[in-house]
Protein backbone atom coordinates (compact mmCIF):
# COMPACT_ATOMS: atom_id res chain seq x y z
CA UNK A 1 0.00 0.00 0.00
CA UNK A 2 2.69 2.74 1.25
CA UNK A 3 4.52 1.92 -2.67
CA UNK A 4 1.38 2.35 -4.58
CA UNK A 5 1.15 5.50 -2.72
CA UNK A 6 4.33 6.92 -3.76
CA UNK A 7 3.68 5.53 -7.45
CA UNK A 8 0.62 7.38 -7.81
CA UNK A 9 1.75 10.82 -6.22
CA UNK A 10 5.12 9.84 -8.62
CA UNK A 11 2.51 9.23 -11.84
CA UNK A 12 0.77 12.78 -10.54
CA UNK A 13 3.50 14.63 -10.57
CA UNK A 14 5.10 13.28 -14.03
CA UNK A 15 1.64 13.94 -15.58
CA UNK A 16 1.77 17.51 -14.30
CA UNK A 17 4.91 17.98 -15.10
CA UNK A 18 4.68 16.39 -18.92
CA UNK A 19 1.08 15.70 -19.84
CA UNK A 20 -0.95 13.08 -19.69
CA UNK A 21 0.05 11.08 -22.48
CA UNK A 22 3.51 10.99 -21.56
CA UNK A 23 3.71 7.87 -19.60
CA UNK A 24 0.99 5.93 -21.99
CA UNK A 25 3.78 6.62 -24.78
CA UNK A 26 7.04 5.44 -22.65
CA UNK A 27 4.81 2.47 -21.72
CA UNK A 28 3.70 1.81 -25.29
CA UNK A 29 7.46 2.50 -26.32
CA UNK A 30 8.80 0.21 -23.62
CA UNK A 31 6.50 -2.68 -25.02
CA UNK A 32 7.48 -2.12 -28.52
CA UNK A 33 10.86 -2.48 -27.75
CA UNK A 34 10.08 -5.62 -25.92
CA UNK A 35 8.20 -7.22 -29.00
CA UNK A 36 10.87 -5.86 -31.53
CA UNK A 37 12.93 -7.88 -28.96
CA UNK A 38 10.91 -10.65 -29.25
CA UNK A 39 10.87 -11.15 -33.12
CA UNK A 40 14.47 -10.56 -33.43
CA UNK A 41 14.78 -13.91 -31.30
CA UNK A 42 12.31 -15.65 -33.01
CA UNK A 43 13.79 -14.82 -36.52
CA UNK A 44 17.03 -16.14 -35.72
CA UNK A 45 15.28 -19.55 -34.05
CA UNK A 46 13.72 -20.20 -37.26
CA UNK A 47 16.62 -19.01 -39.38
CA UNK A 48 18.27 -21.58 -37.08
CA UNK A 49 15.75 -24.41 -37.59
CA UNK A 50 15.53 -23.73 -41.49
CA UNK A 51 18.95 -24.27 -41.68
CA UNK A 52 18.75 -27.77 -39.56
CA UNK A 53 15.77 -28.30 -42.13
CA UNK A 54 18.17 -27.89 -44.90
CA UNK A 55 20.77 -30.28 -43.38
CA UNK A 56 18.92 -33.31 -42.72
CA UNK A 57 16.76 -32.75 -46.20
CA UNK A 58 20.64 -33.01 -47.81
CA UNK A 59 21.22 -36.22 -45.67
CA UNK A 60 17.94 -37.46 -46.34
CA UNK A 61 18.81 -37.53 -49.99
CA UNK A 62 22.33 -38.78 -49.83
CA UNK A 63 20.69 -42.02 -48.07
CA UNK A 64 18.46 -42.96 -50.71
Do not use: C, M, W
Request: proline fraction near 2%; hydrophobic fraction near 40%; glycine fraction near 2%.
Amino acid sequence: PFLRLIRTEVEALVDEKYGNNYLKQKKIKQELTQVNAELKRLKAEVASLEQRKAELLASLEKST
